[in-house]
């Protein structure tokens, strides 16, 4: 599957982005998906994960309430809804696959399949 992040962009502290990640194939609704971001000179770090329904999602703590995952699997794109944002939060986002398609999993090794990723950037 081949995946294609966007909707990264230059937003004030407080303010909201919606970030979708558009799948190729037929089979998008096999896997897990997720996103992940990484900020220069640091490690990439786990934001959020849902299963292939969408019934099962998980949030880093630095994310919960803020963030929320969702997914359409007859459009083939998983979502991200970024709310109060913070200059923290400035980073490039990715998504990902995973064939663990019904659990969430934070450990990037279990994602198969990743997208080129959008730059958000927070402003303070």
């Known amino acids: 599957?081949?995946?294609?992040?966007?909707?990264?962009?230059?937003v004030q502290a407080g303010g909201s982005l919606r970030l979708s990640c558009a799948a190729s194939g037929r089979t998008f609704s096999r896997y897990g998906m997720g996103w992940f971001r990484q900020a220069p000179g640091q490690e990439r770090e786990f934001v959020a994960a849902c299963s292939w329904s969408g019934g099962r999602t998980d949030y880093a703590d630095s994310v919960k309430g803020r963030f929320t995952i969702s997914r359409d699997n007859a459009k083939n794109t998983v979502y991200l809804q970024m709310n109060s944002l913070k200059p923290e939060d400035t980073a490039v986002y990715y998504c990902a696959a995973s064939y663990a398609s019904?659990?969430?999993?934070?450990?990037p090794s279990l994602y198969a399949y990743w997208g080129q990723g959008t730059q958000v950037t927070v402003s303070s």
Do not use: F, K, N
Not at 1 to 10: I, K, N, T, Y
Not at 102 to 107: I, K, L, Q
């Open 1 to 10: 599957v081949q995946l294609q992040a966007s909707g990264g962009g230059l």
């Open 102 to 107: 019904d659990y969430v999993t934070r450990s």
